[in-house]
């Protein structure tokens, strides 16, 4: 696997993102109850740790710079749904060890900082970034942890028109399937940020990825 063979393909893949929130999504794992109201969005929740990086891998750096690196570049890329709090959506928020596994798999280097971890995944182009932040969007649907243990084998659409799987593992751990059949499913890791709103995000132990590599 290569970066450019990841950012071929993703170009390749032609994923609408343009358009990729004009019709809600159906997300098989959203149950019909009260439902949240709270509308603190996740960007927000992002940026209370700050914008720099840090030596924590299992917190949200690489992910909070990367969505502001799209919107710099691209104000008005769907990945700005994550700022605006009163619409629904799950979001997966790969931490910052996800993503050093990713950017190892793609340059075969060995990181030591974070900093040095975005620098390749920007690297990539704002397109394939903003591609690959999508896949981790569903749109449309507030789905907790709970919910998602009650929901082995559903579909989940992202906002990026790609498809993930749900899969319960001994009916307490939370998977998910993506269209990379060769790689690890990555594993909720950290369930519930910023529960009791309509925007929730799952922290993950693997990038996503919206195509097999």
């Known amino acids: 696997m290569s970066v450019r063979r990841i950012t071929t393909s993703v ?6 993102v343009a358009s990729a929130l004009a019709v809600a999504p159906s997300a098989s794992a959203h149950d019909a109850d009260h439902g949240p109201s709270g509308t603190r969005s996740l960007a927000a929740v992002l940026a209370k740790d700050g914008s720099g990086f840090d030596r924590n891998w ?67 182009g704002i397109p394939t970034v903003e591609a690959v932040l999508l896949y981790h969007v569903v749109p449309g649907a507030t789905v907790t942890y709970r919910q998602a243990l009650r929901s082995d084998g559903a579909t989940l659409t992202t906002a990026g028109g790609g498809t993930l799987t749900v899969k319960v593992v001994s ?33 993950v132990s693997e990038v996503l990825r919206p195509l097999d590599l």
Do not use: C, M, W
């Open 11 to 16: 170009a390749a893949l032609g994923l609408a």
């Open 171 to 203: 009916k307490h751990e939370v998977r998910l399937k993506d269209a990379d059949p060769n790689d690890l499913n990555a594993r909720v890791v950290a369930p519930d940020i910023n529960k009791g709103n309509v925007q929730i995000a799952h922290g």
């Open 58 to 124: 299992d917190d949200f750096d690489i992910v909070d710079n990367a969505v502001h690196a799209v919107l710099a570049a691209k104000p008005d890329s769907p990945v700005a749904v994550l700022a605006d709090g009163t619409v629904p959506l799950t979001a997966f928020l790969p931490t910052d060890r996800a993503f050093r596994r990713l950017a190892s798999d793609l340059t075969g280097k060995t990181y030591t900082s974070e900093s040095a971890v975005f620098a390749d995944v920007a690297s990539l």
